[in-house]
């Protein structure tokens, strides 16, 4: 694995060091605490991220239907991405103009990746568990691979074919165990989360493209308001009922914008920059784990051994996909 490098604002200019290209012994534990602090952002950030199966699920307990839910999500969380967008006229700071090739990338990834990925997650989470809904969803990974290796005609390494069958193993597991609870709707539920894994993992290969161009912060900002204009036309037209609805339903919207949406994506991208984008793939794997726990906690969703067991192989093959990426730049986003 490649070191990644210190940044650049914490070595000390005109005090030379043993090495090319190593910090001064003073600036290492200011390295170490950088390092420490990014690693924290991200553990934040892939918790705060599986809050957001579990709050679905409670909002579906107060008879919204997945449409309103979405423009509730998106339509608070839409000022705090326009912010993030176009602050530039607050910091002075003019970014590069956008050609229209970039915009109707920026639109096209931002459609795919926001808004059909989480329509079909929040649908599919109407018939499975969130803890199921959060391990097929972390199969992305494995799907960015196999699409990669099919476009470009390449062949799959060891490494790569033993976390594809870590993963699809823990999948299967967890799927039969999943089936005692939930019957006849596991397929269906499972199909539709599983659309929403295959449409991210798309975007993520659109957006490993556009993100060195725009910068992170501006391009997720800019994909998820695209996104949010594509699910309120989708409410409009469906005539979705987004006044009137149960105060509750208003409040879960509103925290799982703010918690699940829009802190996560801020702490994320600060995280990646802090220790790069293959550590931060590693730690967030803590996600199915947290989710299961927040679901067992808030939903009375019953664990099993079977689960867990399905849960600790997801994660292993996840991590192996991360840790034999880890040494390339990848493109950074907030989960669907």
Request: proline fraction near 7%; glycine fraction near 10%.
């Amino acid at each position: 694995m490649i070191s990644e490098p210190a940044p650049p604002e914490l070595t000390q200019p005109g005090v030379p060091s043993s090495q090319p290209g190593v910090p001064p012994t003073s600036a290492r534990p200011s390295v170490a605490r950088t390092r420490l602090l990014g690693a924290l952002l991200v553990f934040v950030s892939g918790v705060a991220f599986s809050t957001k199966a579990v709050l679905v699920k409670l909002a579906y307990r107060h008879g919204i239907d997945s449409v309103s839910l979405l423009a509730l999500r998106f339509g608070f969380s839409a000022p705090f991405f326009a912010v993030a967008a176009f602050g530039w006229h607050l910091r002075g700071k003019r970014p590069a103009p956008l050609s229209s090739r970039d915009q109707l990338s920026i639109l096209g990834l931002g459609v795919l990746g926001y808004y059909l990925a989480s329509l079909c997650d929040f649908i599919g989470l109407r018939y499975i568990s969130a803890g199921l809904e959060r391990l097929i969803l972390f199969i992305y990974p494995t799907l960015v691979v196999v699409i990669e290796t099919w476009l470009f005609k390449a062949r799959l390494g060891r490494r790569q074919v033993l976390a594809l069958l870590i993963t699809y193993a823990g999948i299967a597991l967890a799927f039969r165990g999943e089936l005692g609870n939930y019957g006849s709707d596991v397929p269906r539920g499972a199909a539709w989360v599983f659309g929403c894994a295959l449409t991210y993992a798309l975007y993520l290969l659109g957006a490993g493209r556009m993100v060195p161009k725009l910068g992170s912060q501006r391009f997720t900002a800019l994909a998820l308001l695209a996104a949010t204009a594509a699910v309120l036309v989708h409410a409009l037209l469906a005539n979705a009922k987004i006044l009137g609805l149960p105060p509750a339903a208003y409040g879960i919207g509103l925290v799982m914008a703010l918690l699940a949406t829009v802190l996560p994506a801020f702490l994320l991208a600060r995280g990646i920059a802090l220790i790069g984008s293959g550590p931060a793939a590693i730690i967030s794997t803590v996600g199915p784990v947290s989710t299961i726990l927040l679901a067992y906690f808030f939903l009375q969703e019953p664990l099993s051994l079977t689960e867990l067991a399905g849960t600790a192989l997801v994660i292993s093959g996840a991590t192996l996909v991360a840790v034999g990426k880890s040494a390339k730049p990848a493109a950074s986003a907030p989960q669907t």
